[in-house]
C-alpha cells in the first residue's frame, strides 16, 4: 500500500491508492457521484459509454473516469497534484452531450417498460440531461431477439454498455452474447438468436442498465414502486445467496438479488430467480386425509388427531426424514418431538449421504466460499460444481481467470467454465494423485493452500469412507489442512442439509438412517413415516407405509401421503437456513401461506399438542431461543462458527467402513431446472428444462 | 449501407479446400496455441475467397472449430467488417468507391449505371454473373471514380471510369472475357493524360532540378531523382543501389503485372520498353 497519489478532486486534496480509477477515486475519497452506464465494478472496463466523463484541469477534452487510473494523471506543472472536477460546466455540458447522444436513438417507451421507476438511463436523463431533444429525424429501430424464455429483449431501447456481453463471456464463462455489426448497426444478439445456456443467465436483466433486457416471465406484471420487498434466502441450492422477495398483494412477483460479497456477490441462478410462479402452483392449501384410497379435505384438528394417533405406536416402528428446503426451527421442532416420542429412526439427508456424525468440519465447505479463491490448487472430487452450486464454480472461474489456481476433476467430465484436467472418473484416482509425483500431483502437494471439493453425489456411496481415506491420504501429503487453511470442502446440494447436520438431526444410537428408513418401510417394519418436506427419496416403496407429509407443494411426497399437512414455502415463512459454508441467515416471510397452510414449526407445534407431549416453545423467538442454547453454532446469525483449532480435524471419519467399489462417480444433478418441489412446479423452470433437452449436451460437454 | 446480416438463402453444406485449409493452418502456426483466434481475419478472408466471395453461415462455424473460439466472436468480426461478404456475391463482384473523391469525379453516374444493369446492391443479377456494393475508399483518388471487380481472375482496379467504359467492362465480363485493368481514359497509371512530364530522359538531361531549388533547401531537399548519363539510370542523388538491379527483361520483373513501370529509370531506351502510350513532346518542352 506504499504507492499512494495526491490528488485533487473539486478543489480538496485527498491521497488514494495510485490503481484507484478516477471514478473510484471521486466515489470513494471525495464522495463524488459519477453517473455511468457500461461501468460495472464486477466486470471489465469497456469506456464506452462516456457517460462518466470527468474534467482533468489542463487536458483538452473530458476524461473517462471509469478507465483512468490515477497513476496516469501527471501533476500539474507547479507540482501539485492534479486537479479532478466532477461538478464544472465543462463536465456538465460533458455529460448533457452523451446523454442527448445516448438517447437520439434511444425511444420514449418509459410508460410501457418493464424497466421504468428502476432504469438507469431514466434517473440518469433526470439528473444529468438537457430538458428537450434537438434530434428530429427518425429514430433506429432493431429487430428483437430470441434469447430464450428467462431473457425478454427489446433491443430499440439498447444502448450498446456490452455489459450483458461481458458478464456471460467474464463471469458465466460461456461466450454466447456479442455485439454484431458496428456503428449505427451494432446490435447485441446471440449467434443465430439461439437461447442462452447460462445457468447465471438472469443476471443479464439485473445488470441491463435500460429496458433492452427484461424478466420475460416477469413481463408486464407491475411497476417496482408497487412492490413490498423482503429480504431472504435463496434455496435452491446450498450457497444460500441472498435475495430480494419483490410480492404484490400476496403474490411473490419477483426475485433479486442482494448484494453479499461473502457469497452471491451481485448475481443468482436463474432457478433462483425464476423460481416464484412455482410458488402459486401445485400448492397444499388445506389439510388432506386419504380415504379409500383418496385424498378428501380435512380440518387441521382432524388430521392432527389422525397423525398424533399414527405417531403414538412403536417408536422403533416410526421414523422421520427431512427434504432440502426446510428452516432449522422446523427441523428442530421435529427433532425434539421425536425425541420426546423416543423415535431413533431419524435423518436428514435424504439423497442417503453417510456423513454428518463427526465434527462439523467434516460437512462443512471449510474454505468458505470468499477463501476458494484464494486456493491455489483445486481438486474437484465426483462433483459438478456448476450444477451443484453455480455461484461457487463463478469462483472458481473467477481464481482460474486471474491465473491463481489450477483445477483438476477426478469424476464424470463435464464443461465448468473453465480448464481443468480430468484425472479419472474413479475414486482409486484419488488414491493415484496421492501417490503421484508429476503433473497435478506435484501442483497439488506443492502448493500453499490446496483445496478439495467433494461432491454430495461423492457421498453417498457405499465406499465413500474408503474416498475420504484417500483424501486423507491425500491431505497428509499437502497443506490441505494447516493452522491457518481448511482446504475441505463439502459440496452439498441441499439447502436445509449443514443445519440439519448441525443440530446432528441424525439417526441416534442403534436409529436407521434413510437407506434403511426406505428399505424397512417397503418389508413393513416400519409402519409410520414422517416427511418433513421430503420428495426426492424412491416414493414407490413406500406403499405401504403411513406417511404423514408435511410440506408445500404437491409432488411425489404428497402423491404418496396418506396425510398431508399443509407447511409454508421458503417465501412465506420465517427461517434460519445455514448454507454449505456454515454461514447462519434468517430469511423473513414476503407473503402469507397459502389457504390454511401454516409456518412448519407451528404444526409440529401443534400436532406435540395432540400427542400431549406439549414443546417448550410458544412462538418462533423462544423456538429460536431454545436452537441457540442446544446448538450455538445457529447463534451467528450471518457468520460461520469458527472451529477451535483447524489442525484437530481429520477427514477421515471416526466409523471406518472398508467397503471397497471402485465404480465411477455420477454426478447428483442432472436436471439444473427441475431439483425441488418448487421448481418442479414451475413452468418457467420446465421450459427451460425442455431446452436443456433439446441441446446436444455431449456436444456441449465437449 | 443496411446492417450487415446472414444470408437468408445458405448452401445445405461446406467443405473447405485443401488449398485453403493449408494456408489457415499456416496463419494459425504463426500465433502461440492459446492465441490462434488471432488468425481470424485472415482465416476469414481465405475462406471467402474458398467459397466464392462470400461467407457462408456454416463457413463461420467452420473457423470457429478451426480456432477453438465461439461462433459469436467469428460472426461479430465477419459483422464488423465490410470486407466481409454475408451475402452472396455475383461471379464479378463490383465495388464502386463513392467516397468524396470519386464523388466529385462522377461515381453517382457510375451507380446509376450500376443499378441500372445489375439492379440494387448486395442483390445478383439475373444471370448471377454480377454483383455491385458502393464502398468507401479504395484508395486510387487520383484515378477517380473507380471500381474493383473480384472474380476468379483476382482483384482488379479499373479507373478513370465514365458510365460507358465501365459498360464495356461489364459487358466483357459477362461475355466471359477478363479485360485489362487500369484507367480507362488514355493514360498510363496515374501519370498526367499525355504522358510524364517529370523524370523522363529526354527530359531530364535537360533540366537540373537542383538548379531549380533555391541554395538553401539544396542540402535539405533529398527525395529527389536525377539522370545519371555514367550508369544510365535516375539515381537518387546520383547514389545507386546495388541491390536495386533491374532485371534485363522489363517484362519478366516482379510485381508490375508484365508492365515495365521503372522502364523510363533503368533502361538504356526506355521508348522501346514502355507500353504504347501517347506522347506530347510539347508538355516536355513547356517544363525546359
Redesign the interface.
Known sequence: MSNFRKINIDGTEYEVPGEYTLMQACEEAAGAEIPRFCYHERLSVAGNCRMCLVEWVGAPKPQASCALTVNDLRPNRDGTPANIRTNSDTVKKAREGVMEFLLINHPLDCPICDQGGECDLQDQAMAYGRDTARFHENKRAVDDKNMGPLVNTIMNRCIQCTRCVRFITEVAG?????????GE?A?I????EQSLSSELSGNVIDLCPVGALTSKPYAFNARPWELESVESVDLMDAVGSNIRIDSRAGAVLRIMPVINDSINEEWITDKARFNWDGLSRQRLDSPYIRENGKLRVAKWDEALSLAAEKLSGDPSKIAAIVGDLCDAESMKALKDLMSSLDVKNIDCRQDGMTIGSDQRESYLFNSTINGIEDSDAILIIGSNPRLEASLVNTRIRKSWLAGKTTIALVGEFCDLTYDFEHLGTKPSDVLKLSKGKSGFSKIFKEAKRPSVIIGAGALNRKDTNKILSYINILASKSNLITDQWNGYNVLHNAASRVAGLDMKFLPEDGGLCTKKIIEYSKSGDIETLFLLGADELEMSNLNSTFVIYQGSHGDSGAHIADIILPGASYAEKNGIYVNLEGRVQIGMPAVNPKGQAKEDWSIIRALSGHLGKVLPYDNIDSLRSKLFQDHPSFSGIGYIAKPANPKNFDVLPQKVNKASDDVPFVNPICDFYMTNPILRSSNVMAECSSLTDSLDMTEAAE | MSARRLSIIQPSSFELSDSANKEINKWIKKYPKDRMRSALIPALWIIQKDAGGWLPELALRAIGDMLDMAYIRVYEVATFYTMFNLQPVGVNYVQMCGTTPCWLRGSDELKGLLSRKIGEQNTLSKDGKLSWLEVECLGSCSNAPMVQISNSAGDHYYEDLSPESLEGILDELVAGKQPPQGPRNGRFSSEPIGGAIALNKDLSNKINILDKLPDAEKDTKVNYYEWDPKVKRATRRGWVDPKRKANSDPKKRSGNLGRDLTAGLVDEDPDIARPKRSTNTKSKKAGN
Open positions: 460461456v461466450e454466447e452474447i456479442g455485439l454484431a455489426s458496428r448497426d446490435e444478439t446471440t449467434y443465430l
